[in-house]
T-cell receptor, first 114, second 117 residues
């Protein structure tokens, strides 16, 4: 069984400040890990993913995440927050292999203030 | 990139009626499609997985007779909510994936908001 824990359902940062959204996973097999962003009343957009290889993954909009197996973590970061980053962020895990089910975390709402 | 559409984007219906939601992969063939349900301010819960040409696999607790899923072609899957009730009101999101995709990526539709009066 796989699971994802996102610490902090709500994170607020000032514009220009560091963004850190936490994600820890549990998986009995090597996982694939994903971060998605959801804007109000919209579907999910993939920010980045880790499958194999380099543990530091760069995504769109300046986001990156680092896979740390020893800590079972996949935290999402961005050096400088922008107002347009305000959204809901979901961490997800799946098994290796094609078209496998995604298990989502409960989500973190990012608020960016002036 | 891969584009997935959903229709309608929103629907309001009376209690007891049935509603069909379409999910289409516009520029690729989707051998597998997933249907999720999202309640306000909550995460996505997988309802079922459908493979083209075969019966959908439902997650535990999801009524297959209430949520009918058809995946008749490689570009279209439909979710029909039968005899809808107010508690079925939710945001329904589909995703699509292609066999042979080594990166195991699902492409998500924009979602359909269902309101049952």
């Amino acid at each position: 069984a796989q699971s994802v824990t996102q610490l902090g359902s709500h994170v607020s940062v000032s514009e220009g400040a560091l963004v850190l959204l936490r994600c820890n996973y549990s998986s009995s097999v090597p996982p694939y890990l994903f971060w998605y962003v959801q804007y109000p009343n919209q579907g999910l957009q993939l920010l980045l993913k880790y499958t194999t290889g380099a543990t530091l993954v760069k995504g769109i909009n300046g986001f990156e995440a680092e896979f740390k197996k020893s800590e079972t973590s996949f935290h999402l970061t961005k050096p400088s927050a922008h107002m347009s980053d305000a959204a809901e962020y979901f961490c997800a895990v799946s098994r290796t292999g094609t078209a496998s089910k995604l298990t989502f975390g409960t989500g973190t709402r990012l608020q960016v203030t002036l | 990139g891969a584009v997935v559409s959903q229709h309608p984007s929103w629907v309001i219906c009376k209690s007891g009626t049935s509603v069909k939601i379409e999910c289409r992969s516009l520029d690729f063939q989707a051998t597998t499609m997933f249907w999720y349900r999202q309640f306000p301010k909550q995460s996505l819960m997988l309802m079922a997985t459908s493979n083209e040409g075969s019966k959908a696999t439902y997650e535990q607790g999801v009524e297959k007779d209430k949520f009918l899923i058809n995946h008749a072609s490689l570009t279209l899957s439909t979710l029909t909510v039968t005899s809808a009730h107010p508690e079925d009101s939710s945001f329904y999101i589909c995703s699509a994936a292609t066999a042979g995709t080594m990166l195991n990526e699902q492409f998500f539709g924009p979602g359909t908001r269902l309101t049952v009066l």
